[in-house]
């Protein structure tokens, strides 16, 4: 969206060229002290209604600030630059807007916590500023940077950025008058998240060391305070104590930095405590919640209700969604989009935020509510799990919940093989064991003994199940034993019983993945090299060798090529694993061996022809890149998946052998996909008319072969450009044959020819919006070439 400029972002990009020197100069002027330019101070602010909340309130819209495109690009690359640095300057109880942190740590931190308190005097605490971003001191920030150690240069700078800004808000297509603006971070500057996090950060210091708000110990650590951006959960104990002072030191921050509290949505959750009158008096919240909201997830007293709370209301909500979503005229593609992009991301942050178990008749009753909204209540052509298969595969990749959801807990377990994962909730999970959380990732065994000695929380034993369980239903078992290590490998008997092999430990040697390469173990000189073993650790190393050949090396290629494991092993080593969910889910996916392999069968049993599997890859594909409309993408997938209905198939459906016949007169009595849309003696010239001009349009010589025609087979070497046009146009003759489905008439050459005009004129437009109008003309060219020479 443009600013109050009018140039939007698309005017930069088509401009660039001409504009990024000119840039360059005036970002490094504003940075080496200038005067930044007026228009940069200038905002429109759009108001957006928050969720839930009484629209005839000015309190119920949050305002977000419309800059111009300039100034967002400068935000930027200064917010860019900070990002790298605050991870370092912040403590991990904030999770915000800070790289490598997100929201589901703090929430899972949260449930180890309260799962704690319920055993004592205690009190959880969400925490509800009034307008905690438009709050800010300018001043008090200038300040905290200094003290963070900012030099002096680019706290300059962003007082230059902050300096006398104004705004008009825009209501109904109208602005109001200019409005000066003399605090707060606007909401909509990429440099907003960041500088309110180092605002914040001060206030999580002061609550740390305040011995006199009392935190909840589990193991060494003490935790008090959990924070994203504004959200922030406290978590106290011996609450009469604690409560008095928090407040205290709450006003005292807000007198310097603007900051202020609104008890009326303060939102409290108390175990084995009821505040005495006095405190009530004190501090006017709601004492009576038994479940507060943190972070968009309901937290109950009894976390056993964690499901229920969350999952039902989750239920009914989509059910709700989806029943209104009906009225709308959408076809496969539009529903399936609404899926990925609406319904997906709402189930996803609960399976990530919250490692509770489902039944799986919840998830057969989430697959029904999709399967029926995707074939808008008509029964299923297609069966869902063919569906959920890949485009590049014949399916068309809706998502399969269950397997989104052991991702999501396998998820955690990658944050535990991580080595530089410092996550308050990682080190939780450690203090329930006394050996690294890496070295139980592959040891079965190892964690059944410490399961026989203690009960651990539902969100560190559900992912290890989950994972062990996979391990054992794909059949994958040996391989994962690569992650174990040797000094604690429960079947390793010469590390149980020579304690020589707990130096290595020390020396650096932890899994197996560090000390073998192509999952063949390094030898005894480069372990010498690299981790200083000696001449008596020689006899070790035969044993661990003899050992790994046996029980750890794989015995089959499958194994070594199992994308899941490999996904640990890289983390383990310190990769950074970047879209872990999307990672973990098409590595289980791929497990479940599903495949439109059927379809191929049938093609080859009616067509007799032969279809190799990289043919129907390429098939496959090739649907998938047909023009740059999903609709015409859609209509291509329905041709080779045999998503139409023919006479023999419906006659099956209806029991009614004689209604099997071609309804072209053609005397063919049994008149399936290929012979309707292929075969039939009818239709026979119209296809060798098509290809007569195909080729004579494209010079690509195509042979009268189903597989290529219908199919769209083309070979691979084909040039793209004419590729993408041939695709379009065997597009439009197969729709020119649905248009006159039922009809005794073949399609002619002329009904193809105005599809494709129509075709013409779409991937014209779209092209042109997307500035992208000289490859529209190379694609197009051959085409436009013929069709001005033939008169058409």
């Keep these: 969206m443009a600013g109050e400029d009018g140039f939007p972002a698309e005017w930069y990009k088509q401009f660039k060229e001409l504009i990024i020197s000119q840039l360059r100069i005036c970002f490094n002027h504003v940075l080496a ?39 967002r690009l400068f935000a930027s690359i200064l917010a860019r ?70 030099n002096n240069q680019i706290v300059n700078c962003l007082k230059s950025l902050y300096d006398s800004p104004s705004a008009r808000i825009k209501i109904n297509g109208d602005l109001s008058s200019i409005l000066n603006l003399e605090r707060g971070c606007r909401q909509g500057c990429p440099l907003n998240p960041t500088l309110f996090a180092l605002f914040i950060e001060p206030l999580a210091q002061a609550i740390r060391e305040q011995k006199d708000i009392r935190g909840i110990t589990i193991g060494d650590s003490t935790y008090k305070v959990g924070l994203y951006a504004d959200d922030i959960l406290i978590t106290l104990s011996n609450p009469n104590v604690s409560l008095p002072n928090l407040f205290t030191l709450l006003k005292k921050f807000g007198m310097f930095s603007g900051y202020k509290l609104n008890l009326q949505k303060t939102q409290s959750l108390s175990f084995n405590y009821n505040p005495q009158k006095e405190i009530q008096k004190m501090f006017t919240f709601n004492w009576g919640n038994n479940i507060i909201k943190y972070l968009g997830i309901y937290i109950p007293g009894d976390l056993k209700r964690l499901y229920e709370i969350n999952y039902t209301r989750l239920t009914s909500e989509i059910k709700a969604d989806i029943q209104r979503w009906s009225l709308l005229p959408m076809n496969l593609y539009n529903r399936i989009d609404m899926i990925k992009m609406n319904l997906l991301p709402r189930f996803l942050y609960l399976f990530q935020s919250l490692p509770v178990n489902i039944p799986p008749k919840q998830f057969n009753e989430w697959n029904r509510m999709i399967s029926k909204f995707i074939w808008a209540k008509l029964k299923p052509r297609i069966k869902l799990q063919t569906l959920q298969i890949g485009k590049e595969y014949g399916g068309l990749q809706v998502p399969c919940l269950e397997n989104y959801y052991k991702a999501a807990q396998l998820r955690w377990l990658i944050g535990w093989s991580d080595p530089s994962n410092e996550t308050k909730w990682r080190e939780i999970d450690q ?57 604690y490998d429960t079947e390793f008997i010469p590390a149980n019983i020579d304690k020589g092999f707990k130096q290595w430990l020390h020396k650096g040697i932890t899994g197996y993945w560090k000390i073998s390469e192509k999952n063949i173990l390094k030898s005894y000189k480069q372990l010498q090299e690299t981790y200083g073993l000696g001449k008596q650790d020689f006899f070790r190393f035969l ?122 007169d053609c005397g063919n009595k049994r008149a399936g996909p290929f012979h309707v849309f292929w075969n039939c003696d009818k239709i026979r010239p119209y296809w060798s008319e098509v290809i007569r001009t195909i080729n004579n349009i494209t010079g690509l010589g195509l042979p009268n072969d189903f597989t290529v025609i219908y199919l769209g087979n083309l070979p691979q070497d084909v040039q793209h450009s004419k590729k993408y046009l041939c695709l379009i146009l065997l597009a439009g003759a197969r729709k020119a044959i649905t248009r006159k489905w039922l009809s005794k008439d073949p399609p002619t050459s002329s009904d193809w020819m105005i599809i494709v005009k129509d075709i013409y004129l779409m991937e014209r437009l779209t092209f042109t919006l997307r500035l992208k109008t000289n490859s529209f003309f190379t694609y197009w060219e051959s085409w436009t070439d013929y069709i001005s020479q033939n008169n058409i």
Excluded at 36 to 63: E, L, Q, V
Excluded at 88 to 114: C, M, P, S
């Design 33 to 71: 002290g200038g005067k930044t330019p007026p228009s940069w101070k200038r905002a429109i602010i759009s108001i957006i209604p928050k969720p839930g909340k009484d629209r005839t309130t000015c309190g119920s819209y949050r305002p977000i600030s419309v800059l111009n495109i300039d100034y």
């Design 81 to 150: 630059r900070l990002e790298q640095i605050t991870p370092e300057l912040i403590d991990t109880d904030q999770t915000g807007f800070i790289k490598n942190r997100q929201t589901y740590d703090n929430i899972r931190r949260a449930l180890h916590v309260i799962d704690m308190m319920k055993s004592q005097k205690s009190v959880a605490i969400s925490l509800d500023a009034e307008k905690a971003f438009d709050s800010v001191n300018w001043n008090y920030l200038y300040l905290v940077l200094s003290r963070f150690g900012f």
């Design 431 to 487: 203090s329930f064991f006394n050996t690294p959380l890496q070295s139980l990732l592959g040891d079965y065994p190892l964690l059944k003994k410490h399961l026989s000695m203690q009960q651990l929380p539902t969100w560190i034993s559900l992912p290890l199940e989950t994972w062990f369980k996979i391990l054992k239903d794909k059949n994958i078992e040996k391989g994962a034993r690569i992650l174990r290590w040797p000094v």
């Design 543 to 664: 044993q661990l060798r003899d050992y790994f050949d046996k029980h750890i090396k794989p015995t089959n290629k499958k194994q070594e090529e199992i994308d899941l494991i490999k996904i640990f092993v890289d983390s383990s080593k310190g990769n950074t694993i970047k879209k872990q969910i999307s990672r973990l889910y098409s590595s289980l996916q791929i497990t479940r061996n599903l495949s439109t392999t059927c379809v191929k069968v049938r093609w080859e049993k009616e067509a007799e022809v032969v279809i190799s599997d990289d043919d129907w890859l390429n098939i496959c594909k090739n649907a998938m890149t047909t023009s740059c409309s999903s609709m015409w993408r859609e209509f291509t997938w329905k041709n080779i998946i045999r998503f139409f209905i023919t006479p023999n198939i419906s006659s099956k459906h209806q029991n009614k052998p004689d209604e099997a016949r071609c309804w072209r």
